[in-house]
T-cell receptor, first 112, second 111 residues
Framework: GAGVSQSPSNKVTEKGKDVELRCDPI?????LYWYRQSLGQGLEFLIY????????KSGLPSDRFSAERTGGSVSTLTIQRTQQEDSAVYLC??????????FGSGTRLTVV | EDQVTQSPEALRLQEGESSSLNCSYT??????LFWYRQDPGKGPEFLFT???AGEEKEKERLKATLTKKESFLHITAPKPEDSATYLC????????????FGTGTRLKVLA
């Protein structure tokens, strides 16, 4: 597609439930990133996929967070047993390696 | 520790009042510095990439410059539609291709 597509745009979930966030990157972009943006905070790196290489998971805040990228395209970020501190905007971006990102509009996650 | 700091946190300008936003960085090695614009409820939008000290890039009323320790985003004769949060990010020269973002400058241009 023309841009990075994320779904859902908004998600309200109860504490303790699992959620899945989806990212559909720009076709042909080899790199895919997940970031988290909390109110008043900078973008926090979560995970990075590059081609067929092992992902860089160094930013995942706990083992409740996981992500996969299937067929070098669509990615899913899964948060298990959600907590209130997980509430944030989750942003996905894709790029050619080393160039500027194209971001999606994000998924606003609210844990109640 | 690699760090990116942006100042000021917030800036209010009158339409036509030129100013500059600052992004200072302390990193082990710089592969590139990136500027983004973010509107409320949207993801950041890529503006510029700078790779070496002395480099400049321009787009409409915006000009980005880079030194060995900081980058400036100069806004000339801003208009209300330039109101947004401006983010800078650095790409390190070692390790994987992940970016370190500053916390941004919230710019409000008054008509």
């Amino acid at each position: 597609g023309a841009g990075v597509s994320q779904s859902p745009s908004n998600k309200v979930t109860e504490k303790g439930k699992d959620v899945e966030l989806r990212c559909d990157p720009i076709s042909g972009h080899t790199a895919l990133y997940w970031y988290r943006q909390s109110l008043g905070q900078g973008l926090e790196f979560l995970i990075y996929f590059q081609g067929n290489s092992a992902p860089d998971k160094s930013g995942l805040p706990s083992d409740r967070f996981s992500a996969e990228r299937t067929g070098g395209s669509v990615s899913t970020l899964t948060i298990q047993r959600t907590q209130q501190e997980d509430s944030a905007v989750y942003l996905c971006a894709s790029s050619f390696t080393g160039s500027g990102y194209t971001f999606g509009s994000g998924t606003r996650l609210t844990v109640v | 520790e690699d760090q990116v700091t942006q100042s000021p946190e917030a800036l209010r300008l009158q339409e036509g009042e030129s100013s500059s936003l600052n992004c200072s960085y302390t990193v082990s090695g710089l592969r590139g510095l990136f500027w983004y614009r973010q509107d409320p409820g949207k993801g950041p939008e890529f503006l510029f990439t700078l790779y070496s000290a002395g480099e400049e890039k321009e787009k409409e009323r915006l000009k980005a410059t880079l030194t060995k320790k900081e980058s400036f985003l100069h806004i000339t004769a801003p208009k209300p539609e330039d109101s947004a949060t401006y983010l800078c990010a650095v790409l390190l020269s070692s390790g994987t291709y992940k970016y370190i973002f500053g916390t941004g400058t919230r710019l409000k241009v008054l008509a």
